[in-house]
């Protein structure tokens, strides 16, 4: 007697743990193994695009905060620098490091999460999530010197930042610097050579870089497959261009390759924090910008490489005090694009382990 | 390189943890430091300096402070023309942001620093002009370098008054009237 399947659909909904956030994917099974599936999306609308056209510009910094919600620094640094393009604004020199160093905190935040939700997901219950999450305090305490906050921090304003760093902060920093390698060589010595990581993420989910271009794939999920591709290089906005740093690329385009550029990049950040410490020029952190600002009508896209990959704004203005327009390309939604290609032919259990390796974000996927 | 040999330098790495004291803090009993600028919920509100020009009902984004005014035959030049009547903070829909701070030309409207302020209906949620007064005045030093250069901290030192929170003198008329027509 020979047993007669068939292949079933399972929702695994938008309820789930390991889908970061509400995402549903329709998954069509046979037996195990996935043979096609369908991302649902849109849980989490809550409409970014249109409240920012009834909102004043510097009201809308506010707004971003809520879209990538484990990286704010890097949306407000988006936003901000699609106005001063607009607006034609000069930010100071000062408030242009502070957000170097604000938005490169906030990227080791992100792969901090990243790495460790990652590893949640393969099934090392809370150990590993705790370390990432611990020094993750840290990070969030130094924020919440900076701009009072812990989560949504609305920062930067148009033309640098709103307030210089208090005089406590350095001293802070520079200690944070000082310990962070070591922490990140003990999270190493606990994840490279761990055989049960090797054996669930060693070619498992490969993404060949053609197939990563074509999808407009862009960040660490593109570089892991062997593209040098950093926003932060190919187009430099703010002080970039005066820092030194290396661009981690990967080789195979797996899971291990995604999580091991991750963890190179914290080690880069760390190179770009201490050189931006080193060289901060005294002066004014803001430029006198009016608070309802009035651009000429025009458009402007500005973009940067948020810890997901290229973020862009784009405005465009009628000379009004609010945009007529405002467009956000988020990274975690077009880092989906592959996702059928990537997860076609696996099992179920690589299943969470391929999209935990992604990295999204359903605050920004939806926005 | 043999087998077991990551798992044991994994294990290695937690052992040592495992030594470490615990970062844990019990919250009720414990508590976290937090910082001088952190912005909170208890909103700092001085009578004294408030003139109900609104500017902080503009300048949020949600709209959600309400300000009702009456003329009060007070002098322009002392920045009193107006008595208060209504102003209420809806803190269920606030979200910290403090752009309301940021706006306030005469240093009256301050962040507080709690985050305790769990109440069992939206309606006690509001804080209504009442509540403002007889709120605790220890203002946060978000956005008031004048109150950080002194080094004051909201959660050790005493209250201020309205006097002690301010940049600057009151600006002559001469001067406000600039600053409107310079900034529009």
Same mark, same amino acid.
């Given at each position: 007697m020979t047993l007669?399947?068939?292949?079933?659909?399972?929702?695994?909904?938008?309820q789930?743990p390991?889908?970061?956030?509400?995402?549903r994917?329709?998954v069509l099974?046979?037996g195990?193994v996935?043979?096609?599936?369908?991302?649902?999306f849109?849980?989490?609308?809550?409409?970014t695009?249109k409240?920012?056209?009834?909102?004043?510009y510097?009201?809308?910094?506010t707004?971003t905060?809520r879209?990538d919600?484990v990286?704010s620094m890097t949306n407000?640094?988006?936003y901000?620098?699609a106005?001063e393009k607009?607006a034609r604004?000069?930010?100071?020199?000062?408030?242009?490091?502070?957000?170097?160093i604000?938005a490169?905190?906030?990227r080791?935040?992100?792969?901090?999460v990243?790495?460790?939700?990652?590893?949640?997901?393969l099934?090392a219950f809370a150990?590993?999530?705790?370390?990432?999450?611990?020094e993750?305090?840290?990070i969030?305490?130094?924020?919440?010197?900076?701009?009072?906050?812990?989560?949504?921090?609305?920062?930067?304003?148009?033309?640098g930042?709103?307030?210089?760093?208090p005089?406590d902060f350095?001293?802070?920093i520079q200690?944070?610097l000082?310990?962070?390698?070591?922490?990140l060589?003990e999270?190493?010595?606990?994840?490279?050579?761990n055989?049960?990581i090797?054996a669930?993420?060693k070619g498992?989910?490969?993404?060949?870089?053609q197939v990563a271009?074509?999808?407009?794939v862009?960040?660490p999920?593109?570089?892991?497959?062997?593209?040098?591709?950093?926003?932060?290089?190919?187009?430099?906005?703010?002080v970039?261009?005066r820092?030194?740093?290396?661009?981690?690329?990967?080789?195979?385009g797996?899971?291990y390759?995604?999580m091991?550029?991750?963890?190179?990049e914290m080690?880069?950040s760390?190179?770009?924090?201490?050189q931006?410490?080193r060289?901060?020029?005294s002066?004014?952190a803001?430029a006198?910008v009016?608070f309802?600002?009035r651009?000429?009508?025009g458009e402007?896209?500005a973009h940067v490489e948020?810890p997901?990959g290229?973020?862009g704004f784009?405005?465009?203005?009628d000379?009004?005090?609010s945009p007529?327009?405002?467009?956000i390309?988020?990274p975690?939604?077009?880092?989906?694009?592959?996702?059928?290609?990537l997860?076609r032919?696996?099992?179920m259990?690589d299943l969470?382990?391929i999209?935990g390796?992604?990295?999204?974000?359903?605050?920004e996927?939806?926005r | 390189?043999?087998?077991g040999l990551? $798992?044991?330098k994994g294990?290695? /790495? #937690?052992?040592?943890n495992f030594?470490r004291k615990?970062f844990?803090?019990? &919250?009720?009993? =414990?508590?976290?430091p937090?910082?001088?600028?952190?912005r909170?919920?208890?909103?700092?509100?001085y009578?004294e300096?408030c003139?109900g020009?609104?500017?902080?009902?503009?300048f949020?984004p $949600?709209g959600?402070?309400?300000? /009702? #005014?009456?003329?009060?035959?007070m002098q322009?030049?002392?920045?009193?023309k &107006?008595?208060? =009547?209504?102003?209420?903070?809806d803190?269920?829909r606030?979200?910290?942001?403090?752009l309301?701070?940021?706006?306030?030309?005469?240093?009256?409207?301050?962040?507080?620093s709690g985050f305790e302020?769990?109440r069992y209906?939206?309606?006690?949620?509001v804080m209504?002009?009442d509540e403002l007064r007889?709120?605790?005045?220890?203002?946060?030093t978000?956005?008031?370098?004048?109150?950080e250069?002194k080094g004051?901290?909201?959660?050790?030192?005493?209250p201020l008054?309205?006097?002690?929170?301010g940049r600057h003198?009151?600006?002559?008329l001469?001067?406000?009237?600039?600053r409107?027509?310079?900034e529009?």
């Amino acid at each position: 007697m020979t047993l007669q399947g068939e292949p079933v659909i399972i929702n695994i909904g938008p309820q789930h743990p390991s889908t970061h956030g509400v995402f549903r994917l329709r998954v069509l099974f046979d037996g195990e193994v996935v043979q096609d599936l369908e991302p649902v999306f849109g849980y989490l609308h809550r409409g970014t695009e249109k409240l920012a056209e009834e909102r004043a510009y510097t009201q809308i910094v506010t707004l971003t905060d809520r879209l990538d919600y484990v990286s704010s620094m890097t949306n407000n640094h988006a936003y901000v620098l699609a106005v001063e393009k607009l607006a034609r604004i000069r930010p100071t020199e000062r408030g242009m490091y502070l957000r170097v160093i604000a938005a490169e905190l906030s990227r080791l935040a992100s792969h901090l999460v990243a790495t460790g939700f990652f590893l949640q997901d393969l099934g090392a219950f809370a150990t590993p999530l705790m370390y990432c999450f611990r020094e993750r305090e840290r990070i969030l305490d130094l924020m919440e010197m900076l701009c009072g906050a812990r989560i949504t921090f609305s920062y930067m304003r148009p033309g640098g930042v709103f307030q210089d760093a208090p005089p406590d902060f350095w001293p802070a920093i520079q200690q944070f610097l000082s310990e962070m390698p070591h922490y990140l060589d003990e999270l190493e010595h606990l994840l490279t050579e761990n055989e049960v990581i090797l054996a669930r993420t060693k070619g498992v989910g490969i993404l060949p870089a053609q197939v990563a271009i074509n999808c407009s794939v862009s960040g660490p999920v593109l570089r892991a497959s062997g593209v040098q591709w950093d926003i932060r290089k190919v187009d430099p906005y703010d002080v970039y261009d005066r820092l030194e740093f290396d661009i981690p690329v990967g080789t195979h385009g797996d899971c291990y390759d995604r999580m091991m550029v991750r963890l190179q990049e914290m080690r880069q950040s760390l190179r770009i924090l201490g050189q931006a410490v080193r060289d901060i020029p005294s002066g004014p952190a803001r430029a006198p910008v009016p608070f309802f600002l009035r651009p000429p009508p025009g458009e402007a896209y500005a973009h940067v490489e948020s810890p997901k990959g290229e973020l862009g704004f784009y405005l465009v203005s009628d000379g009004g005090i609010s945009p007529y327009r405002c467009k956000i390309r988020s990274p975690s939604f077009i880092n989906l694009t592959p996702l059928r290609e990537l997860l076609r032919g696996w099992k179920m259990a690589d299943l969470i382990v391929i999209f935990g390796s992604i990295d999204i974000n359903m605050g920004e996927v939806d926005r | 390189m043999p087998y077991g040999l990551g $798992l044991l330098k994994g294990m290695l /790495v #937690t052992l040592t943890n495992f030594r470490r004291k615990p970062f844990t803090i019990q &919250y009720p009993e =414990e508590r976290v430091p937090q910082h001088p600028r952190f912005r909170g919920e208890d909103f700092v509100w001085y009578e004294e300096r408030c003139t109900g020009c609104a500017s902080c009902a503009k300048f949020c984004p $949600l709209g959600i402070i309400r300000i /009702v #005014t009456r003329p009060s035959g007070m002098q322009t030049q002392e920045g009193e023309k &107006y008595a208060l =009547e209504v102003f209420d903070i809806d803190l269920a829909r606030c979200m910290f942001c403090g752009l309301c701070v940021e706006a306030c030309p005469y240093d009256a409207l301050h962040m507080g620093s709690g985050f305790e302020r769990a109440r069992y209906t939206r309606k006690d949620l509001v804080m209504t002009i009442d509540e403002l007064r007889r709120a605790p005045k220890r203002p946060s030093t978000w956005f008031r370098p004048q109150l950080e250069g002194k080094g004051y901290n909201p959660h050790t030192d005493r209250p201020l008054e309205w006097h002690e929170v301010g940049r600057h003198q009151a600006p002559s008329l001469a001067d406000m009237q600039g600053r409107w027509v310079e900034e529009r």
